[in-house]
């Protein structure tokens, strides 16, 4: 597993790509991503896809974390499993 990074450093990474490429529309073009939805993302507005994410090397995961241990659980999700 790589390092994570927030939306922000990805956002950062994407506008440095946007500049190297000459433009946003231009790198949305090469990507395949509409110039509209790539503003999006840079904006904070909406998440980045797989089709901006994988251009940078990235993909996207989701982590859980407990704030407590097993022997401290609630005992009313266990009611709401049955």
């Known amino acids: 597993m790589g390092r ?7 956002r950062a990474i994407l506008r440095s790509a946007c500049e190297r490429e000459g433009s946003q ?4 073009k090469k990507h395949r991503v ?4 790539l503003s ?4 904070g507005r909406k998440e980045p896809s797989p089709a901006v994410l994988e251009p940078l ?5 989701v982590y859980y974390v407990a ?4 022997d ?4 009313s999700s266990t009611r709401s499993q049955q």
Do not use: H, I, N, T
């Open 4 to 10: 994570l990074r927030d939306a922000e450093f990805v």
């Open 25 to 28: 529309r231009a790198w949305a």
């Open 34 to 37: 509409s110039p509209q939805f």
């Open 40 to 43: 999006e993302v840079l904006s």
């Open 57 to 61: 090397g990235m993909q996207r995961e």
């Open 67 to 70: 704030f407590y241990g097993p």
């Open 72 to 75: 401290k659980m609630r005992r």
